[in-house]
């Protein structure tokens, strides 16, 4: 079962931190970032944050469990979607303990002068 756009929706909505939360599509799933930075992933309409101190130290009681075949255990943030305060402040933490993104690599272009194909 894939996750469906209502259920992103949803979630975005609940962590309160409008266009600084975003998502993309993902083998099916998502990806959910905060400020360019992963801190979840939403598989099966569930919520699972990126392993942390964070996790551990905010919400010890989350159950655990791989978001997707062969993946090891992340923190199930399910039972956190009705309490906006506690699920912003678990995004915003974990947020704060992941590295920056890496930046993208420019594509190579091919040098000026170098056809593409025969001239017809």
Do not use: H
């Not at 975005?12 to 970032?33: C, D, I, K, N, P």
């Not at 943030?77 to 992941?98: G, K, P, S, V, Y």
């Amino acid at each position: 079962m894939t996750t469906d756009q209502d259920f992103i929706a949803y979630v975005t909505e609940q962590v309160g931190l409008g266009s600084r939360l975003t998502s993309r599509r993902m083998f099916g799933e998502y990806a959910l970032y905060l400020d360019g930075k992963v801190v979840a992933f939403a598989c099966d309409n569930s919520l699972f944050v990126k392993p942390s101190a964070a996790a551990t130290a905010l919400a010890p009681g989350l159950p655990q469990r791989p978001p997707y075949p062969g993946a090891k255990d992340y923190p199930v943030a399910d039972e956190l979607l009705d309490d906006t305060d506690a699920l912003r402040q678990l995004i915003t933490e974990t947020a704060a303990l992941m590295p920056a993104a890496k930046p993208a690599k420019p594509r190579r272009t091919k040098p000026a002068g170098q056809a593409r194909g025969p001239a017809v």
